[in-house]
């Protein structure tokens, strides 16, 4: 088992940079893949980004491509996805998990969340 918890989310103007982190408990972390999440009002969960196990395979959703950067540091237990030049629509809550599955595109294969945290990007 993992348990995630997600930090760093909060208020930022358009334009601006938020680090947000993920931080793990359990002693196979380093066996599970990450996918960072979002959930805004009205709208269906989506992924944004995901990391493998070692951290050499990164993707992106094409709205964030270029401007989000997700990395992990498994002696640290932590995976942490760098959200710059923010716009109004990367408003919502913000979610890591984990998953041991090969299939990671999809919410449904992830067995393990964090809490969410509130990102919130003014115009």
């Known amino acids: 088992q993992v348990q995630l918890v997600e930090s760093g989310g909060g208020l930022v103007q358009a334009g601006g940079a938020l680090r947000l982190s993920c931080a793990a408990s359990?002693?196979?972390?380093?066996?599970?893949?990450i996918g960072w999440f979002r959930q805004a009002p009205g709208k269906e969960r989506e992924i944004v980004a995901y990391?493998?196990?070692?951290?050499?395979?990164?993707e992106y959703t094409d709205s964030v491509k270029g401007r989000f950067t997700v990395s992990r540091d498994n002696a640290e237990n932590a995976v942490y996805l760098q959200m710059n030049s923010l716009k109004p629509e990367d408003t919502a809550v913000y979610y890591c998990?984990?998953?041991?599955?090969?299939?990671?595109?999809?919410?449904?294969?992830?067995?393990?969340w964090g809490q969410g945290t509130q990102v919130t990007v003014s115009s």
């Open positions: 998990a984990a998953t041991m599955r090969a299939y990671y595109w999809s919410s449904a294969s992830y067995d393990y």
């Open positions: 359990g002693r196979t972390f380093s066996s599970y893949g």
């Open positions: 990391i493998n196990w070692s951290g050499k395979r990164t």
